[in-house]
């Protein structure tokens, strides 16, 4: 087939903080040199932000070094930390406070931000189109161009595709977008950079990454309960009920507003955990819920977060290309923060191709990427926080918070050993007949509420007829296997209600149904289905959620 074709120095896949970040920083540095470059980023969500989502306490780390003047250029980071409030949950009615000088260092937030990331990131956009990138929202990068073993660019989905396969009015092949370098920073478990890192090798001798599954919803609440700036974050109930790790956050920002979400582990063993009922359940403990009764839920979402850290980092260059920000896993799961690092990623993967270029250089691996990493305080960041993951999954929140607290504000760094967590999140289930069936409540519409309804909100929207865009590597498996072993899972550990187990019309026995159009593209099903069955893949370019001020 004859595809348009756009020929790019850089090419930037997926507009997030590190992309964006990325494609800023080469720009700076082409203008600094008199250089004249063409950079572009491509993002599937319909608008730069749509597909944004995080807590977010915002580290302005990476953002002072790209635009020091943030504040005069208008940055919407408008809600500085004003409080750390940390809870121990002990059941659903009891807390204790965990006093200040017992917190691990990193989870103090004294000069950070309460922001909206998709509000960053729109601005972050508007910073880079003026800096001369240009930047193409609605497309989606499909497959990835290798040719001679080089990366030469991805070719955009094509749109007006019916659901069996054939042409609809209006159809559109997609474009091959070619470039000297191509940077993948498509965010947690990007469906391009899981097959770059399977094709290159770039995970050999690392430890398999490790995911949680992040839901989020903002509330407007009653003005007089309302304290901008503070942070609330708690751990214990109701995950360790269930045997699973995790925490939840609630943040006060600006206009009567505040973020409240969980964050579940997606190493849990147990088959009838379902992530989004444990939120609904955090929800009516008193400490959460003094916050939200009386209020109104305005927007929903969910995105499963990297949490594998430096054990898990795959190697970040390969011959045309970087992988970079939580495409690769660089998130800091010890501060429950990814954005600085993301954007730190990119600006060293900027700095790395355009020097590159400077040299001629078009499509040979960048082999300096790796020392500009080691000697940046990403890697240091990172790998002074190597066994807090690793201790959380093997002793559990206290005793882990534990070792954190003793490396952190004893040792003053890290312990001279490493924890090793070497079995992927996938491979934790035991059997639904091993484990304690879970009785979840029903929703009570004030401040818990379904599935549907949360998809509602989060205004996620797919052209109907179109390919699935979860593919089943073998159709038999969800009701061969996974239904009599694990209760089918994909169940509970979709927070959008993709997959269900129905009656066949004709009364013929049960099918495994897939509501595609639901999908909020979390990607939690490519990362837990315990066969490995499952696989995300983009939808048309604008397709999913289009999150809000989230």
């Known amino acids: ?42 993002e599937k969500g319909s608008e730069i932000g749509a597909h944004i989502l995080a807590g977010t306490v915002f580290e302005p780390t990476a953002l002072n070094e790209l635009f020091p003047d943030w ?141 949680g599954i992040g839901i989020k919803e903002l509330w407007d609440i009653d003005p007089a309960k309302h304290e901008p700036g503070l942070v609330v974050h708690t751990t214990g109930w109701p995950l360790n009920e269930s045997g699973s790790t995790g925490g939840s956050f609630l943040y006060h920002l600006e206009n009567g507003q505040v973020y409240v979400g969980l964050i579940t582990d997606l190493s849990y063993s147990n088959p009838h955990l379902s992530p989004f009922e444990e939120f609904q359940r955090l929800k009516h403990h008193p400490e959460i819920k003094k916050y939200l009764e009386g209020g109104k839920r305005v927007a929903y979402g969910a995105r499963a977060i990297s949490k594998g850290g430096y054990n898990a980092l795959p190697k970040m260059s390969f011959p045309g290309g970087l992988l970079l920000g939580c495409d690769a896993g660089t998130l800091n799961s010890s501060k429950i923060k990814g954005s600085h690092t993301a954007m730190k990623s990119g600006l060293l993967g900027a700095e790395a191709v355009f ?40 002793f559990g929140n206290v005793v882990g918070g534990a070792i954190a607290f003793f490396e952190q504000n004893i040792l003053r760094g890290s312990l001279p050993i490493t924890f090793r967590d070497t079995t992927p999140d996938y491979a934790t289930l035991k059997p639904a007949s091993e484990c304690k069936k879970i009785s979840y409540p029903k929703p009570d519409n004030k401040l818990t509420f379904d599935r549907l309804s949360s998809v509602f909100i989060s205004n996620t929207n797919h052209e109907e007829d179109q390919p699935v865009h979860l593919k089943l590597t073998d159709p038999d498996i969800p009701l061969k296997e996974n239904l009599p072993k694990y209760d089918e899972p994909a169940q509970r550990y979709c927070p959008a209600g993709v997959y ?51």
Not at 14 to 23: K, V
Not at 104 to 127: D, F, T, V
Not at 500 to 521: L, P, R, T, W, Y
């Open 1 to 42: 087939m004859e595809r348009e074709s756009m020929e790019f120095d850089v090419l930037i896949v997926g507009g997030g903080p590190a992309g964006l970040s990325a494609a800023c920083r080469v720009m700076q540095l082409a203008q600094e040199a008199g250089e004249e470059l063409t950079v572009c980023v491509v």
């Open 71 to 211: 504040k005069e250029k208008g940055a919407p980071l408008n809600t500085p930390v004003t409080r750390d409030d940390i809870f121990l949950l002990k059941n659903q009615e009891k807390a204790t406070k965990i006093p200040n000088a017992f917190v691990p260092k990193n989870m103090h937030n004294h000069g950070n931000y309460i922001i909206s990331l998709g509000n960053l990131c729109r601005w972050l956009a508007e910073q880079a189109e003026q800096l001369g990138v240009e930047v193409y929202p609605g497309f989606a990068a499909s497959e990835t161009i290798i040719e001679d073993g080089q990366v030469k660019g991805i070719i955009t989905g094509d749109m007006g595709v019916a659901r069996d396969g054939s042409e609809k009015d209006g159809y559109m092949p997609g474009m091959e977008l070619r470039a000297k370098y191509t940077l993948f920073t498509e965010g947690c478990r990007g469906h391009l950079g899981k097959r770059l890192i399977n094709d290159f090798k770039l995970d050999e001798g690392k430890d398999p990454q490790h995911y």
């Open 355 to 394: 020097e590159a270029l400077k040299e001629g250089k078009s499509g040979e691996e960048i082999t300096s990427f790796q020392k500009r990493f080691e000697d940046s305080w990403l890697y240091k960041e990172l790998y002074a926080e190597r066994n807090f993951g690793p201790a959380m999954h093997k």
């Open 500 to 550: 269900e187990v129905v009656e066949k019309d004709d009364g013929s026995g049960k099918k495994f149904q897939i509501n595609a159009q639901n999908c909020v593209h979390c990607k939690t099903c490519d990362i837990k289905d315990p066969a490995q069955n499952i696989t995300w893949v983009t939808p048309e370019g604008g397709g999913g959620p289009n999150y809000p001020n989230m």
